[in-house]
Structures are given as structure tokens and as C-alpha cells.
């Protein structure tokens, strides 16, 4: 069954893109499709965190401070809150201080939009599109926090991605291209601990894996590595759009699986 939605006019599209990490492409369909990027596209403000941990403009140990009110990315706007089904109940209470390192873990291994939006805050959108343009997703950017629907509205900004630069951007990610060794071992770490993987739902144990999924109303994605971090894994990036979520989730685990026995380890 079709779904019309904020991002689907109701026609259902599949896309993907099954690369090594290295760059050679092993299959693919539609992969320059632009969708809307619903939370794939938090690995980007991952990635500039790391970065700035790298320069030592930062520290995993420095804090934020916790906030459930962020400021428009539209000028005189009001400040917004999410809304209460995008609320993280795991977050520290606002006002109170968190660990940079717990924010990271919050944005990615669950997802939390609270976290995002502290962490874009303090790297800010430009080092985001830098990571991006820095990756290779020439198509692909974030122009706007999580729950800014005054920005979306009036200014029409979005996050945007394809299949195409979301596999570049993990390539990139598990291969070291984007940062160093310490900073890929965490990034890598993190996406292993993402706790929504459907590419990797079937994985057998034996298999690395790590993955950054996301949704909203129509919208189901996800984008993973298969095997051990680095040139030689696996990395597959499935972007739906006009599914109920368990129609997206059958299809973007058939093409995990897919992935997966291409990898070679024995159940």
C-alpha cells in the first residue's frame, strides 16, 4: 500500500547503492534519487564532531548543555520544542550538563533529535557541508535542525540525500578518509550500537556491521557497513519512499541480505 506524506506524493520508490568501500560500485538502482533524509543524515554532524575533537577545539569529556527548545534557523522566528513522539526520554534534563561522548552515543545509537540538534549547534551547518562536500555527497546536504518545521515551511530548507552519497559517506567513514584512526574506531564503534539496523537485521554473528537508519511519516531508510571497517567492507545505503514501514522494512532487509551473503560469512 502507498502512503501520501509531508515527503511522498504517494508513489512508492525503491533506490539503493551497493559499493565496496573502496569505490567500486556492485549494484544499484536509481541511486541519484533525491529523498528526503529523515536521520541518515546525522552521520555528516558526527563526523564534524569527531573532526573538532581531532583539532582539539573539543573534548569527548567537554559538556552541553541538555535543551529540549532550539532556536529557528529562520531570523525573528520563535524558538520551537519537538514534538512529544520525537522526544528523548534518555536525555539528561534540560538545563543540566552532558558529556559531548554521551550526546554523540545519543544521536546515533538512538537516535535522539535533542542530540542532534546540540551537536549541530555547536559545529554548525558549514563544517556539516564541508563533511559532506569532503566525502564526495555532492547531492546531498543539511540546511536545517530536527523539528525546525518555520525554517522548512518559509524558507524551504530541508536535509536531503541520495543512495549514492550516503554509501560514499560511509565508504568514506569506514575507510578513514574522513578522519583519523581513533576518531574512525569511534565513529565506527557508535554505528555498531545503532539501535534500528534493518540492512544488518539479519546478520550472523560473526559479521562487523554498523549502520545510522531513519524515518518519518512515508519515509524509511537506512545505510550500513558489512564487515570489518575499512577499504575492503561492504557498504550498502537502501532509501524508500511511499511505504508503510513494514512493506520498507521487508524490502530494505531483502536487499540487506542481499549484502550480506555477498560478504561471505557462514551463518
Known sequence: MSLRATYSDGTPV?????????GEVLAERRPTERFYAASTIKLAPLVAAVRLVESGDLA???????????????????????????????MAPPGDPMPLRDVLERM????????????VERVGLEA???????????????????GDQVAAREHGASNVVTPADLATLMAAIVSGRLAG?????LMTEMLARQQDPQIAAGAPAGLPWGSKSG?????????????????????LAVCTRGYAYDDADEAIQAIGQMAIELTGVDR
Do not use: C, W
Not at 559538556?63 to 520525537?86: C, G, H, K, N, W
Not at 545509537?109 to 542530540?115: D, K, L, M, P, T
Not at 512515508?218 to 570489518?228: M, S
Open 215 to 235: 524515518s518519518v511519516d512515508a519515509i524509511r531508510h537506512d545505510v550500513a557497513y558489512l564487515g570489518e571497517p575499512g577499504p575492503g567492507a561492504l557498504v
Open 181 to 185: 584512526p581513533e576518531g574512525t574506531r
Open 128 to 146: 556539516i557541508a564541508k563533511v559532506l562536500a569532503d566525502a564526495g555527497a555532492h547531492e546531498s546536504l543539511m540546511a536545517r535542525q530536527f
Open 108 to 119: 546515533i545509537v538512538v537516535s535522539s533529535n535533542e542530540a542532534t540538534n546540540m551537536v
Open 60 to 90: 569527548l569529556d567537554d559538556t552541553l548543555i541538555s535543551r529540549d527548545t532550539f532556536s529557528s534557523q529562520v531570523p525573528e522566528a520563535p524558538d520551537y520544542r519537538l514534538v512529544p513522539d520525537d522526544v528523548d526520554h534518555g
Open 14 to 22: 525503491i533506490a539503493y547503492r551497493l559499493a565496496t568501500a573502496s
